[in-house]
C-alpha cells in the first residue's frame, strides 16, 4: 500500500460535494482566457498586488488593478451588487487574492480567486499586458 492510497478515497458522493464546492471558490486561468477569447466575460479580474508601476509593467491584459487594501464599500459602490469579481495575485506563493477575496465577501461581493495567478497565466502560455512586455517584444 503507497500512501497515496493509505488513507482511502473518499466516496464518489462526498467527492462530488467536496469539488463541486471548490468550483464555486476557484477558476483557473484556462477558464478565465476562453471567458477573454470567446467575449464571454462575465465577471471583472482584479489584480489585487503591487504597485500602479508594477502593475503596468506586466499584468494579464483586461485586469483592473484594485490592491486588496483599497478594497472597501466605498471603492466596490463603482460596480452593481451581483457583479462576480475574480482576484489573482503572484503565484500560489502570494495569498494577496485570498485577502481581497476575503474583503470583497465581506462586502457580500460574489468573487473567485483565479488559481496560479500570474505564475500560473506564464505557465499556461497566456500573453500578457505592460511595458515590460512591450519592451521585450521589441
Same mark, same amino acid.
Given at each position: 500500500?503507497?500512501?497515496?492510497?493509505?488513507i482511502?478515497?473518499a466516496?464518489?458522493?462526498?467527492?462530488?460535494?467536496?469539488?463541486?464546492?471548490?468550483?464555486? /471558490?476557484? *477558476?483557473? %486561468? &484556462?477558464?478565465?482566457?476562453?471567458?477573454? !477569447?470567446?467575449?464571454?466575460?462575465?465577471?471583472?479580474?482584479?489584480?489585487?498586488?503591487?504597485?500602479?508601476?508594477?502593475?503596468?509593467?506586466?499584468?494579464?491584459?483586461?485586469?483592473?488593478?484594485?490592491?486588496?487594501?483599497?478594497?472597501?464599500?466605498?471603492?466596490?459602490?463603482?460596480w452593481?451588487?451581483?457583479?462576480? /469579481?475574480? *482576484?489573482? %495575485? &503572484?503565484?500560489?506563493?502570494?495569498?494577496? !487574492?485570498?485577502?481581497?477575496?476575503?474583503?470583497?465577501?465581506?462586502?457580500?461581493?460574489?468573487?473567485?480567486?483565479?488559481?496560479?495567478?500570474?505564475?500560473?497565466?506564464?505557465?499556461?502560455?497566456?500573453?500578457?499586458?505592460?511595458?515590460?512586455?512591450?519592451?521585450?517584444?521589441?
Amino acid at each position: 500500500m503507497s500512501f497515496v492510497t493509505d488513507i482511502p478515497p473518499a466516496s464518489s458522493s462526498d467527492a462530488v460535494r467536496h469539488f463541486s464546492a471548490r468550483l464555486t /471558490f476557484e *477558476t483557473d %486561468c &484556462a477558464d478565465v482566457a476562453d471567458a477573454f !477569447a470567446t467575449g464571454r466575460v462575465d465577471f471583472v479580474l482584479l489584480h489585487v498586488v503591487g504597485s500602479s508601476e508594477t502593475f503596468a509593467k506586466k499584468h494579464i491584459p483586461e485586469a483592473l488593478h484594485l490592491p486588496h487594501r483599497d478594497i472597501t464599500a466605498e471603492r466596490m459602490a463603482d460596480w452593481p451588487e451581483n457583479t462576480v /469579481f475574480v *482576484t489573482y %495575485c &503572484a503565484g500560489p506563493h502570494c495569498n494577496g !487574492a485570498d485577502r481581497a477575496a476575503v474583503k470583497l465577501a465581506e462586502l457580500r461581493r460574489p468573487v473567485k480567486i483565479m488559481i496560479g495567478g500570474l505564475t500560473g497565466w506564464e505557465d499556461e502560455g497566456f500573453a500578457f499586458s505592460g511595458s515590460e512586455v512591450t519592451a521585450a517584444a521589441e
